[in-house]
């Protein structure tokens, strides 16, 4: 991601969510699980709509896993462009050694770190992610300490994730590069995907009640499968 070049996300959600963060209703959350695979943020996938549409149907058709921090009974997508100055790139060797670096001198400052683990006997991609999670947030930390220096807006991370296409190809179904925006000043705008439209008023009070039949009938705490978008 180069600086202040305009980027496109897209985060998988309940479709009022999406319709209230186009119509300026809401502003996006950001979250703080520890196992967050990029740190805390606002999770985007990258020019990426069909991934953050499997996500959010993923999360919709099983609720009693509660994916999203927000349960989703409508899947939806919501565009967002993005604008970001200071980008933590872990797709750039730069961004690789920064985060390399803060795993040397984590333990100095933390006392010993968390480990990243599977989510059951079948994860193979180690999904909780305790110590990438403490590393960013080490990162920022440590960056907060440094005179003028300025905190960064995203962290940016490219994923190997599901089965391999062709053995030993490198190739995987469910990879994608994802955003993790800290800084919601670098929206630029919100955006329906193309052939969208916002929900007439009946039905986004429709929605909302099918919203709450899925809040009410799961609220156990969250298990999650991948990073949020």
Excluded at 136 to 147: G, W
């Amino acid at each position: 991601m180069n600086e202040g070049q305009l980027v496109v996300g897209y985060h998988g959600c309940d479709i009022t969510t999406r319709d209230d963060l186009v119509a300026g209703r809401t502003t996006p959350q950001l979250s703080h699980n520890r196992y967050d695979w990029l740190g805390p943020g606002f999770y985007l996938f990258e020019n990426d709509h069909d991934r953050a549409e499997i996500f959010a149907r993923t999360a919709a058709a099983a609720p009693e896993r509660r994916l999203t921090a927000r349960p989703i009974a409508q899947p939806a997508v919501v565009g967002c462009l993005l604008s970001v100055q200071r980008c933590l790139d872990m797709t750039t060797h730069a961004g690789v050694m920064e985060f390399e670096a803060a795993c040397m001198t984590i333990g100095e400052h933390e006392g010993r770190p968390p480990a990243n683990r599977p989510r059951d006997e079948a994860d193979a991609n180690n999904v909780l992610r305790h110590l990438d999670n403490a590393i960013f947030d080490h990162i920022h930390r440590a960056r907060e300490a440094i005179p003028h220096a300025l905190p960064y807006q995203a962290v940016r991370g490219a994923f190997q994730q599901g089965a391999e296409l062709v053995p030993r190809s490198g190739f995987h179904r469910d990879s994608h590069i994802q955003i993790a925006l800290r800084d919601l000043a670098c929206v630029v705008g919100w955006f329906l995907p193309q052939l969208n439209a916002l929900l007439a008023e009946a039905a986004y009070q429709h929605a909302i009640l099918q919203l709450e039949q899925v809040r009410q009938a799961h609220p156990k705490p969250r298990q999650h499968l991948s990073p949020p978008g």
